[in-house]
C-alpha cells in the first residue's frame, strides 16, 4: 500500500484544520497551497507549505499540483479544497489531475446546481424543506436589470451571491459575504455596486429570520459513492465571526443531535444523488419553531475541525472509501469509541472554538447555554484547532498568543456586545444568516 500524502488548497482555518486532521489520523505532513503565507500555516512543523500568487489561474494551480505530485511519485495523492472557489477549480479541472489525484467531490453539474442558492432554494421547495423566502435578481441575461420585486418581503432582508465561487472573483468598496439591508433604497444602492464590480451572476434577496448569532446552526453529512447518507454532524453555533471578510462563519459551536433535520437533509441529498461531503447552514426560526436550511457548501466547511474535536475524524472518510476503496461504515472508519447512533449520527457534545473561552462566554448571552459552554470547557471538552500539541515553534505560538488577543478588538470594532445583545432581545435577525 503506498502512502498518504494529503494536499489542501487554501490558506485560511478550514485548510489548517484539514490538515491537522490528516497529521492526527495518519501521521502524514500534508501540502498546504495558498496564495500566501498566512500567520495560521506560517512555521507550522505539521505540514508543508507551498505559495501559489496565481491560485486563482485554473493553468496555474494545475500546474502548481502536477509539479507537487512529481514530487511524490511514490503516494497515493488526494486534494481538497477549503473553499467552494477552490472545490469548483479542482472540480472543473479534474480531467487534468486525476491521472495523479484522487478529487473527492461530485460531478461539475450537480456542483454548480446546489452550490448556487437559487437552485438550492428550488430544490428545497421541491422537497418541502424549509427554506428563507426568496426573490432573484438577475445581473446578466435576458432578466438582467430593473428594481426585484421584493413586495413579499418586510424590510430589513439579507442580500447575498448566489455563487459564493464566482463572486470571489469580484471586488468592490464595502464587500461582504452576506449584507444585511435596511431599506429599499439601500438594496438598490448595493446591486449597483455590485453591478458596477462586474458580478454577472445573481443575488439572493430573502426572508430576514429572527434572532442572533446562537440561532445559527450547521449540519455536515457525508454520502457513499452510492449516494446513501452514512454519516452525519450536527452542531449548535453560539457565537459566529464578524469582521467583514470571515462574516457568518462559526466562532463557537457545540455538537448536539437533531434527528428531523438530518432527515430532512438525508431526504435532500439522496433525492439528487449527492456524493461525498456536504456542510449545511441553518438557522432556528422562533416564529414557527422550525429549522430553515440557507446553503450547501460542497465540502468540509471552514469550522470543519468541530467534528474531528468530537472525536470523529472526517477526513478518514475520505481515505477509507475513495483512496482505499472500502465501504465507509462509520464504525468502521472512524472505531468503536466514537459515540454514534445506529444511523451514523455523531452522538458526542463538545465546543469548539477559535476563541478565547472568557470572549466566547461573554457573548453567549443564554445563561444555560453558557453554562454548557462553561462545563465543556472545565471537563477539558472543548478544542481550539489553531492550538495542538505538535505545533511547537516559538515563533508561532507567539503569533497565535497576540491572534487570540486580537480576537477581543476585532469584536468590540465589528460587533459591539451592546449590539449583540440588541439583536438576541430586541431585533429582528442575525447577520448570520449565510
Not at 509539479?67 to 472543473?92: C, F, K, N, P, Q
Not at 459515540?339 to 453567549?364: F, M, Q, W
Amino acid at each position: 500500500m503506498k502512502r498518504l500524502q494529503p494536499v489542501v488548497l487554501g490558506g485560511d482555518i478550514g485548510a489548517y484544520s484539514l490538515a491537522r486532521s490528516f497529521h492526527e489520523a495518519y501521521g502524514v505532513t500534508p501540502v498546504v497551497v495558498s496564495g500566501m503565507s498566512t500567520g495560521l500555516v506560517r512555521h507550522s512543523r505539521i505540514l508543508r507549505h507551498v505559495a501559489e500568487p496565481r491560485i486563482d489561474d485554473p493553468e496555474a494551480i494545475v500546474a502548481r499540483l502536477r509539479e507537487i505530485a512529481a514530487e511524490h511519485a511514490d503516494a497515493d495523492l488526494l486534494v481538497v479544497g477549503s473553499a467552494d472557489w477552490l472545490v469548483r477549480l479542482l472540480v472543473e479541472n479534474r480531467d487534468r489531475l486525476e491521472d495523479l489525484y484522487t478529487v473527492p467531490y461530485v460531478e461539475e453539474k450537480l456542483l454548480h446546481r446546489l452550490t448556487d442558492k437559487e437552485g438550492f432554494g428550488d430544490l428545497c421547495a421541491e422537497l418541502g424543506v424549509a427554506h428563507p423566502t426568496t426573490v432573484v435578481h438577475q445581473f446578466a441575461g435576458q432578466d438582467a436589470g430593473g428594481e426585484p420585486d421584493t413586495s413579499g418581503l418586510t424590510f430589513p432582508v439579507i442580500a447575498k451571491a448566489a455563487s459564493t465561487a464566482a463572486y470571489h472573483e469580484v471586488e468592490f468598496a464595502g464587500k461582504k459575504k452576506v449584507f444585511l439591508v435596511e431599506s429599499r433604497d439601500e438594496l438598490t444602492d448595493l446591486l449597483e455596486r455590485v453591478r458596477a464590480a462586474g458580478y454577472t451572476g445573481t443575488f439572493v434577496i430573502q426572508d430576514y429570520i429572527p434572532g442572533d448569532d446562537s440561532g445559527m446552526r450547521i449540519l455536515t453529512c457525508y454520502s457513499d459513492a452510492e449516494g446513501k447518507v452514512r454519516f452525519s454532524a450536527f452542531g449548535h453555533v453560539l457565537l459566529e465571526e464578524h469582521t467583514p471578510g470571515a462574516l457568518g462563519n462559526p466562532a463557537g459551536i457545540i455538537t448536539q443531535t437533531e434527528r428531523e433535520v438530518v432527515a430532512q437533509a438525508t431526504r435532500l441529498l439522496e433525492h439528487v444523488g449527492w456524493t461525498g461531503f456536504a456542510n449545511f447552514d441553518l438557522k432556528y426560526d422562533p416564529r414557527d419553531g422550525r429549522y430553515v436550511f440557507f446553503e450547501l457548501n460542497p465540502r468540509l466547511g471552514r469550522s470543519n475541525f468541530y467534528i474531528t474535536a468530537a472525536g470523529a475524524n472526517a477526513v478518514r472518510f475520505y481515505v477509507h472509501e475513495h483512496l482505499r476503496g472500502l465501504d465507509p461504515d462509520p464504525r468502521a472508519v472512524l472505531g468503536p469509541d466514537v459515540a454514534l447512533s445506529a444511523a451514523g449520527e455523531l452522538e458526542g457534545r463538545h465546543l469548539y472554538t477559535v476563541l478565547p473561552g472568557p470572549l466566547l462566554r461573554r457573548y453567549v448571552l443564554d445563561p444555560s447555554v453558557r453554562a454548557d459552554a462553561r462545563r465543556l470547557a472545565r471537563r477539558r471538552r472543548s478544542t481550539n484547532p489553531l492550538w495542538y500539541r505538535a505545533e511547537t515553534d516559538p515563533r508561532r505560538i507567539a503569533y497565535l498568543c497576540l491572534a487570540q488577543l486580537n480576537q477581543w478588538r476585532k469584536y468590540a470594532r465589528h460587533y459591539p456586545l451592546a449590539e449583540a445583545r440588541r439583536l438576541a432581545w430586541r431585533g429582528p435577525a442575525s447577520t448570520g444568516q449565510v
